[in-house]
């Protein structure tokens, strides 16, 4: 399977670049580089991971896209708390990223062989 096929690619690459055009125009560069920065690492990573010959490989870094996703969501409580982020978008923002990392779990159980 490609990548590209992946729900939990898609998903991950809309929330990116939602947040990307969000946050554009965010004066507060180390803040909005950050943030993007996590966010554009959760689905670089599930497509590195499906690049890897091995299945250990691949879930390195399906693992590295999880933690990604509990940074982003930690970037997007401190973005709402300070005003950065509309409380609206963000809730948004962190129940999709929630529902990712649910996904990537998932994956990886699933690539480890086993389930849960």
């Known amino acids: 399977m490609r990548f590209e096929e992946l729900d939990v690619w ?34 670089s990573n599930i497509a590195e991971g499906f690049e890897r010959v091995s299945q250990k ?31 609206g978008a963000g809730k948004g923002w962190l129940k999709e990223s929630e529902e990712i990392s649910l996904m990537l779990g998932a994956l990886i159980r699933t690539k480890k062989g086993f389930t849960k």
């Open 10 to 43: 898609k998903r991950a690459t809309r929330l990116s670049v939602a947040i990307y055009r969000q946050l554009n125009t965010l004066k507060d560069y180390g803040f909005r580089d950050q943030i993007t920065r996590a966010s554009l690492s959760v689905p």
């Open 57 to 87: 490989e691949c879930v390195i870094f399906l693992s590295y896209a999880k933690g990604s996703c509990g940074e982003l969501r930690t970037q997007v409580y401190v973005g709402m708390e300070i005003g950065y982020i509309e409380l």
